[in-house]
């Protein structure tokens, strides 16, 4: 196990909603990003947050939008559900500088 | 110049053998290459990583080799074991402020028993 917690484990929601999901990172560190995997695919990068502000943004619109909190816990949003953003949804907590990234169990997103 | 291409797609070996996992990049300014196994339904799981200033690193029964001249490193999994079934991503990573990886579209290995 690696320490990082995330809810809900599974979400069905319709096109055109909004999903918030949440992530609370491994003891100690201080940097969480977030990972969009499709069926069959590797992780794609969305964001990377740091000291509660946003460090990094992969390609992914701005519907695409997250939280960091000062006890370093994250939430990633996404507005105006699309069919193509059904996918298991990773977050990823590491200490700034070491390299090591530590992944969820993700949620699974189905927009029907 | 951002992609990581890992191959083969799919590999099916016996038990104890050693199946070979290939990756390449072009983005010559990563320096972090982990490897990761993903079971399904599950979050993907940090195996071995290795930095471009060594050629080779075991942890276990796993093995990565670098080869920074050509831009490739590969994961050697030894004496495999039907447990070892999963999918395998490789991975590629700036350790700066900048820091996020780009991974591979991963290899589904089956271990016969």
């Known amino acids: 196990e690696t320490g990082v917690t995330q809810s809900p484990t599974h979400l069905i929601k319709t096109r055109g909603q909004q999903v918030t999901l949440r992530c609370s990172s491994q003891?100690?560190?201080?940097?969480v990003s977030w990972y969009q995997q499709a069926l069959g695919q590797g992780p794609q990068f969305i964001f990377q947050y740091y000291r509660e502000e946003e460090n990094g943004r992969g390609n992914f619109p701005p519907r695409f939008s997250g939280l960091q909190f000062p006890n370093y816990s994250s939430e990633l949003n996404v507005n105006a559900l699309e069919l193509d953003d059904s996918a298991l949804y990773l977050c990823a907590s590491s200490l700034k500088g070491s390299g090591e990234a530590f992944f969820g169990q993700g949620t699974r997103l189905t927009v029907v | 110049q951002q992609q990581v291409k890992q191959s083969p797609q799919s590999l099916i070996v016996q038990k104890g053998g050693i199946p070979i996992i290939n990756c390449a990049y072009e983005n010559t300014a990563f320096d972090y290459f982990p490897w990761y196994q993903q079971f399904p339904g599950k979050g993907p799981a940090l195996l071995i990583a290795i930095r471009p200033d060594v050629s080779e690193k075991k942890e276990g029964r796993f093995t990565i080799s670098f080869n920074k001249s050509a831009k490739q490193f590969s994961l050697h999994i030894m004496d495999s074991q039907p447990g070892d079934s999963a999918t395998y991503f490789c991975a590629a990573g700036r350790m700066d402020s900048s820091y996020k990886l780009i991974f591979g579209s991963g290899t589904r290995l089956l271990v016969r028993p």
């Open positions: 003891s100690g560190h201080n940097t």
